[in-house]
């Protein structure tokens, strides 16, 4: 006997019919310990929702921030350009 986790199935053995193949035993859908992993599996997927939003509201804020921030330096380097190369205009 084996204990296996990630598996779906209670148990399995060879068929005597066809040695290739195996049959295996599973739970019933109605049973209450499928219940109760669904269940777990559900209440995981519905964190790992909000999680998802949370990273995605902060990336996107992060996103933003940076692309504020370059474009005030963008700007202020622009501007100080085209103010160096008017008074450079009139000073000749």
Request: net charge positive.
């Amino acid at each position: 006997m084996k204990h296996d986790n990630t598996v779906t199935w209670l148990a399995f053995w060879n068929d005597p019919i066809n040695p290739k193949e195996f049959k295996y035993v599973f739970l019933a859908a109605s049973s209450s310990l499928k219940g109760q992993s669904d269940k777990e599996k559900y209440e995981k997927a519905r964190k790992l929702k909000v999680l998802i939003y949370e990273l995605t509201v902060v990336v996107t804020c992060d996103m933003i921030e940076e692309l504020v921030f370059s474009f005030c330096i963008l700007s202020a380097g622009l501007y100080t350009q085209h103010q160096s190369s008017l008074h450079k205009g009139f000073c000749k």
